[in-house]
C-alpha cells in the first residue's frame, strides 16, 4: 500500500480514536498495525506517531482520551 494511503489511514484512526474513547484500546491495536505496516515497508514514521505509539505502549496515554459519560 502507498505512503499516502497507510498515512491517512493511521489519521482516520486518530479521529476514531477521539470520537470514540471507549473503543480505543481497540482502535489503538489498529494504529499499532498501521505503524507496523510502515515500518515493514521501509517507509518514515511521523515523529508525532512514534511518540504517540510509545505512550501507548507506557499506557501513559490513557490520560489523553475524555473519559465519556
Given at each position: 500500500m502507498a505512503f499516502e494511503a497507510l498515512k491517512?489511514?493511521?489519521?482516520?484512526?486518530l479521529n476514531e480514536i477521539a470520537a470514540r474513547p471507549e473503543d480505543r484500546h481497540i482502535l489503538?491495536?489498529?494504529l499499532r498495525e498501521k505503524?507496523?505496516?510502515?515500518?515493514?515497508?521501509?517507509?518514515?514514521l511521523p515523529e508525532?506517531?512514534?511518540r504517540l505509539e510509545a505512550e501507548?505502549?507506557?499506557g501513559a496515554?490513557?490520560?489523553?482520551?475524555?473519559k465519556r459519560p
Amino acid at each position: 500500500m502507498a505512503f499516502e494511503a497507510l498515512k491517512a489511514q493511521v489519521y482516520m484512526t486518530l479521529n476514531e480514536i477521539a470520537a470514540r474513547p471507549e473503543d480505543r484500546h481497540i482502535l489503538q491495536e489498529t494504529l499499532r498495525e498501521k505503524l507496523s505496516e510502515l515500518r515493514a515497508l521501509g517507509l518514515p514514521l511521523p515523529e508525532d506517531l512514534v511518540r504517540l505509539e510509545a505512550e501507548l505502549e507506557e499506557g501513559a496515554a490513557d490520560g489523553i482520551y475524555p473519559k465519556r459519560p
